[in-house]
């Protein structure tokens, strides 16, 4: 067995008291000993060396009578570094900005027609969101399937002004890492963050829009596949017709809720019965409108189509789902990079 070295442990603890900052907000040198089980000279050094190091900073003091070292509060440097999330779709191109610790400081959109420049509007919503920030990372998330070797498109996706050599392009002109996700695979992250599938190990998120598609978690870990199809769920057929022409937005316009019901259960009872996953959530734009009352009609019917039990919740994460998942990617790349590799 490999023994840590004092450098190695240094950067685990040091990485474990900033997760923790992420995660509560500012905290003094006594909550830190308390929630990490440090000793005193531990934290106090740790704290020393984030801040050298200019990731963390007294941002106040705990408690209206208290003074001293005890009592002040350490917090990230939120200013370290800043991402931006973008979500691409057929209509529009939206980004938001946030700060290190995810607070947004940033966003514009920008409408997306025939003949527009793709890349002059990503390019554009970046810039404007950000103002004069500098971007640690940019996520994109668009329709279609991503390569995972590749990090790019593996054929066409229907938005207007896309092209084979755009992701280079935006590479080029944005002065930051670009990465490219499938956007329902990012709004899985973001259900997984933030939404009903928090806690969750395992669970599909059934995408109901205007396209019609899935995202798939295993282990607490987003599966993309060999060639990034997993969860092209849309392209399957039921008595001949492809699920996407069944739970598309427009095909389920009009249905009465039972009917409408039926046809997202057998969607989701193909996903259930080859991976178990115990949980389906169901979003996009037909998931989140629909609620508590879409999702309990689809999961008694899928109880009576399935033997392998599964919850079915309605997505709750807030406001785009797409574009929450692409900030969370980016801020994960962040963290990775500035807090992953802490001077010992």
């Not at 939206?94 to 995810?102: E, L, R």
């Not at 997984?192 to 190990?201: C, K, P, T």
């Not at 392209?235 to 997202?264: K, Q």
Request: glycine share 14%; charged share 20%.
């Amino acid at each position: 067995m490999k023994t840590a070295t004092p450098q190695m442990a240094r950067a685990i603890n040091d990485r474990l008291a900033l997760d923790l900052l992420l995660e509560r907000g500012p905290l003094t040198a006594p909550q830190l000993r308390a929630l990490t089980g440090l000793s005193r000279p531990t934290v106090s050094d740790l704290i020393e060396r984030l801040r050298v190091n200019g990731l963390i900073e007294v941002t106040g003091e705990y408690g209206e009578d208290r003074r001293g070292p005890n009592a002040r509060l350490y917090g990230i440097v939120a200013g370290r570094a800043h991402v931006a999330g973008v979500d691409i779709r057929r209509d529009a191109v939206s980004a938001t900005v946030a700060d290190i610790i995810g607070r947004t400081v940033g966003a514009a959109a920008r409408p997306l027609g025939p003949g527009g420049d793709l890349a002059e509007l990503v390019v554009g919503a970046v810039a404007e969101a950000s103002g004069s920030r500098t971007m640690h990372a940019v996520v994109l998330g668009a329709p279609g399937m991503v390569d995972p070797g590749a990090g790019d498109l593996t054929s066409d996706n229907g938005v207007p002004g896309w092209r084979p050599n755009l992701l280079q392009t935006l590479r080029h002109r944005i002065d930051a890492p670009v990465t490219l996700e499938n956007e329902v695979n990012l709004a899985a992250v973001a259900e997984h963050r933030a939404g009903s599938a928090r806690g969750r190990e395992d669970f599909v998120l059934l995408w109901l829009d205007d396209g019609v598609g899935a995202a798939v978690t295993l282990g607490g870990r987003l599966r993309r596949g060999v060639s990034g199809g997993t969860g092209e769920i849309g392209l399957l057929r039921l008595g001949g017709t492809l699920f996407c022409d069944l739970v598309a937005a427009e095909a389920l316009r009009g249905l009465d809720p039972d009917t409408a019901a039926a046809r997202i259960a057998e969607v989701a009872f193909a996903a259930v019965a080859i991976l178990d996953p115990g949980l389906v959530v169901l979003g996009g734009g037909t998931g989140h409108r629909g609620g508590d009352e879409l999702a309990a009609r689809v999961g008694e019917r899928l109880a009576a189509l399935s033997p392998v039990p599964a919850q079915v919740r309605p997505s709750t994460v807030e406001g785009n789902a797409v574009l929450a998942g692409a900030l969370f990617t980016a801020l994960s790349i962040a963290h990775r990079d500035v807090f992953g590799g802490v001077p010992g």
